[in-house]
DNA sequence: ATGGTGGGCCACCCA
């Protein structure tokens, strides 16, 4: 069966639950990622994800600050939620996609919001660069323990870095911007060599081309200006590499009305 | 070089 997996920081699931239920009809993807719900369990808007047939979602929220869900029309298995940095934010969740051609063990997902890291690129001096950083060890520590990308697995969220020189507008003038400093990219390869994971976007879309799945709500004309980074991604484990199909951007989004700053990234998998 | 715009929520924190 063909697997459509989007992922998507929404910045307020309450909010922009109309431009998600749009993305829904459009898209139709099998399974939505979300980052920034902002909201605690109970105030999650359910009920328009089960009227279009998104009948199971699973929800690591919290009341005002990060929050993250998936939203399935394929059956969601062993849901777990980790707390990175023992702060109790919630950054993670992890669920079993049970695909039914799949007759094996299923698909792990993992949905991750990772710290923005604030704007001084200093762990000294700014705690929340410090604590992005520490999230980015502990996840590559989790990682390479479990073995998380032995089996078939996807890595998916908001991750806050754009590691390529193309996955900024001004390489140069962003190696000193929390998102790209050296430092984090390298922490990021990291993590993606403990999967190890394949980034399925730039499985399909080549290093030379420019591809942005954010742009700053301080713009005067975001699409003009053009000024985005690469900050949301899909990673497959490796033995999902051959089955991939597809994925993309979906650029458009950024120009609905009240928008979100990030759009989806959705990939296809044949399973 | 600076400040620009959004969200949650009721004083600011966060992006």
Not at 60 to 76: M, R, T
């Amino acid at each position: 069966m063909r697997l459509t997996l989007a992922t998507w920081n929404i910045n307020s699931v309450r909010l922009r639950i109309g431009l998600v239920a749009r993305f829904l009809k459009n898209e139709a993807p099998d399974v939505l990622c979300l980052q920034e719900t902002k909201c605690r369990d109970n105030e999650f808007p359910l009920s328009v994800f089960h009227k279009l047939g998104y009948g199971y979602v699973a929800l690591n929220g919290q009341k005002g600050y990060h929050g993250v869900a998936v939203a399935s029309k394929i059956p969601l298995e062993a849901i777990s939620r980790r707390s990175f940095c023992g702060n109790g934010d919630a950054r993670h969740i992890c669920v079993t996609l049970a695909p039914a051609s799949d007759a094996g063990r299923g698909i792990a997902l993992h949905n991750f919001y990772v710290p923005a890291g604030g704007d001084e690129p200093d762990p000294a001096s700014n705690p929340k660069f410090a604590h992005k950083l520490a999230f980015l060890d502990e996840m590559a520590a989790w990682m390479a323990s479990d073995g998380l990308a032995a089996f078939p697995a996807i890595l998916t969220g908001d991750l806050n870095i754009a590691p390529f020189e193309t996955d900024v507008w001004n390489h140069k003038a962003l190696l000193t911007v929390v998102s790209h400093t050296p430092v984090e990219v390298e922490k990021l390869g990291g993590v993606r060599a403990a999967g190890p994971w394949v980034d399925a976007l730039r499985h399909f879309v080549p290093i030379e081309e420019r591809l942005y799945t954010w742009w700053s709500y301080r713009a005067q004309d975001w699409r003009r200006s053009d000024r985005g980074r690469r900050l949301d991604h899909i990673w497959v484990s490796e033995c999902l590499k051959p089955h991939l199909r597809a994925a993309r951007v979906l650029r458009e989004s950024r120009g609905w009305n009240q928008p979100s700053d990030h759009v989806p990234v959705i990939a296809e998998l044949e399973v």
